[in-house]
């Protein structure tokens, strides 16, 4: 850490019960009754735009030998949508909406014709 002026390293994942959807609604982040999705949180903190690169792929690195002892273990899979809240940047914004997506910008085409949403930060719905 010290050669890359790392401060802080975090990594936790969140358990949710299976039960935790059973009494939600629909909604633009695709979840289903009984398939929790708890969100593995990997946070590092540096010093210095000259480490970002070793720093993210290092993040990079950890989230996916983590997600690889997920899968084989059988708490996670490649279906599952990801949580928006603990996304890198560039995360696609499929990965995000899954199966949703294509609602989600029939819907922006009917209600947001001028795009002013793609003038707000986050993950963009692409136009239909």
Same mark, same amino acid.
């Given at each position: 850490?010290?050669? +890359? ?31 929790? +999705?708890?969100? =593995? ?17 290092? =993040? ?19 279906? /599952? ?6 996304? =890198? ?11 949703? =997506?294509?609602? /989600? ?24």
């Amino acid at each position: 850490m010290k050669d +890359n002026q790392g401060k802080m390293v975090v990594i936790d994942a969140w358990p949710f019960l299976p039960s935790m959807f059973d009494n939600s609604t629909p909604a633009a982040w695709p979840h289903k009754k009984g398939q929790p +999705n708890g969100p =593995l949180i990997v946070c590092f903190q540096w010093e210095g735009e000259n480490n970002d690169a070793y720093w993210i792929g290092l =993040l990079m690195q950890i989230l996916q030998s983590i997600q690889k002892v997920a899968k084989q273990e059988g708490c996670t899979h490649d279906q /599952l949508p990801v949580y928006c809240n603990t996304s =890198l940047a560039d995360t696609p914004v499929e990965n995000i909406y899954k199966n949703n =997506l294509w609602k /989600l910008r029939r819907i922006r085409a009917k209600y947001d014709p001028n795009e002013m949403m793609s003038r707000a930060g986050g993950f963009r719905i692409p136009p239909a």
